[in-house]
């Protein structure tokens, strides 16, 4: 069967199939849905995640994630490292990295607002 995209094959179980071919793959766990983009962190997270499953529109989605930076670099100087890191595994394609990386950021988002509470 074909899921938009994913050829996936059936396993030996009835909870078992295989991609068979390279296609952007997120589990549950590490699906943000858009109602759950409550923070600037999260949005840019939402962004690289529609980045890494909707690539053919990748242009649609540079824009915004260049604003949300410009924005997270301003009220948070101190993350400037880890955007720079993620900006790079953006710009050699690798959106998954920079979505692992982007949670990082994500749980240090929240340390800074429970500490300035």
Do not use: H
């Given at each position: 069967?074909?899921?938009?995209?994913?050829?996936?094959?059936?396993?030996?179980?009835?909870?078992?199939?295989?991609?068979?071919n390279?296609?952007?793959?997120?589990?549950?766990?590490?699906?943000?849905?858009?109602?759950?983009?409550?923070?600037?962190?999260?949005?840019?997270?939402?962004?690289i995640?529609?980045?890494?499953?909707?690539?053919?529109?990748?242009?649609?989605?540079?824009?915004t994630?260049?604003?949300?930076?410009?924005?997270?670099?301003?009220?948070?100087?101190?993350?400037?490292p880890?955007?720079?890191?993620?900006?790079?595994?953006?710009?050699g394609?690798?959106?998954?990295?920079?979505?692992?990386?982007?949670?990082?950021?994500?749980?240090?988002?929240?340390?800074?607002?429970?500490?300035?509470?």
């Amino acid at each position: 069967m074909i899921i938009g995209g994913a050829v996936i094959r059936n396993g030996a179980k009835a909870t078992d199939f295989y991609v068979e071919n390279k296609v952007a793959i997120l589990r549950e766990k590490d699906i943000l849905a858009e109602q759950e983009a409550t923070t600037p962190c999260r949005r840019l997270y939402l962004v690289i995640q529609l980045m890494y499953i909707d690539d053919g529109n990748l242009s649609n989605y540079t824009g915004t994630y260049w604003e949300l930076v410009k924005a997270l670099v301003d009220a948070a100087p101190s993350m400037v490292p880890t955007l720079d890191r993620i900006s790079e595994f953006l710009v050699g394609g690798n959106c998954y990295q920079a979505l692992k990386l982007t949670q990082d950021l994500i749980d240090y988002e929240e340390e800074l607002i429970k500490n300035a509470c």
